[in-house]
T-cell receptor, first 113, second 114 residues
Framework: GESVGLHLPTLSVQEGDNSIINCAYSNSASDYFIWYKQESGKGPQFIIDIRSNMDKRQGQRVTVLLNKTVKHLSLQIAATQPGDSAVYFC????????????FGAGTRLAVHP | NAGVMQNPRHLVRRRGQEARLRCSPMKGHSHVYWYRQLPEEGLKFMVY????????ESGMPKERFSAEFPKEGPSILRIQQVVRGDSAAYFC????????????FGPGTRLTVL
């Protein structure tokens, strides 16, 4: 079936380094993608989104890249800080999917001082 | 501007009891979504509601689970005759009408079935 998956379950980085979290999706009909951050005991927090007619979108310290050719999504975090430690999920909304989010399994980002 | 509110935050039930989870969307939001999350897993869609209407319940188990979003009051996710496999975190999200793509999540209700 259609699914969203992640390459790496855990990513450890040094404070100040850049982080890259990857995501592969299989539904070529999806037209909207979102990255969420989830801290322990909390609900997912919206980080950044991108539509299928774009390749790149930048926010504050975060950049999302979309490669439709290989169905790949990535989240780049610049100058990673301890507060960035969390689980990161990519999610997609297939076109005509009544806005239900399809989440990947998540990547845990651990930032070390 | 209060975000999405869910209560209770933690709920403990014995097998066979009923669980009622409540969700108050953000002010001005008329779309509500429920998701379930097992430990170390991503969220799984359950149901999408608008005021007094169920739009998509394709993720809801066929038995024991129901959801409503009345004209007045919070959205309710009801689980009858709970079993241990129902133990999970249940998250509610809301979005404003006309911008249904951007979903904002509540803090979740963690259900434990003994």
């Amino acid at each position: 079936g259609e699914s969203v998956g992640l390459h790496l379950p855990t990513l450890s980085v040094q404070e100040g380094d850049n982080s890259i979290i990857n995501c592969a999706y299989s539904n070529s009909a999806s037209d909207y993608f979102i990255w969420y951050k989830q801290e322990s005991g909390k609900g997912p927090q919206f980080i950044i989104d991108i539509r299928s007619n774009m390749d790149k979108r930048q926010g504050q310290r975060v950049t999302v890249l979309l490669n439709k050719t290989v169905k790949h999504l990535s989240l780049q975090i610049a100058a990673t800080q301890p507060g960035d430690s969390a689980v990161y999920f990519c999610a997609e909304i297939p076109s005509g999917g009544y806005n239900k989010l399809i989440f990947g399994a998540g990547t845990r980002l651990a930032v070390h001082p | 501007n209060a975000g999405v509110m869910q209560n209770p935050r933690h709920l403990v039930r014995r097998r066979g009891q009923e669980a009622r989870l409540r969700c108050s969307p953000m002010k001005g939001h008329s779309h509500v979504y429920w998701y379930r999350q097992l430990p170390e897993e991503g969220l799984k869609f359950m149901v999408y509601l608008q005021k007094e209407n169920i739009i998509d319940e394709s993720g809801m188990p066929k038995e024991r689970f129901s959801a409503e979003f009345p004209k007045e009051g919070p959205s309710i996710l009801r689980i009858q005759q709970v079993v241990r496999g129902d133990s999970a975190a249940y998250f509610c999200a809301s979005s404003p009408a006309g911008a249904a793509d951007t979903q904002y999540f509540g803090p979740g209700t963690r259900l434990t079935v003994l």
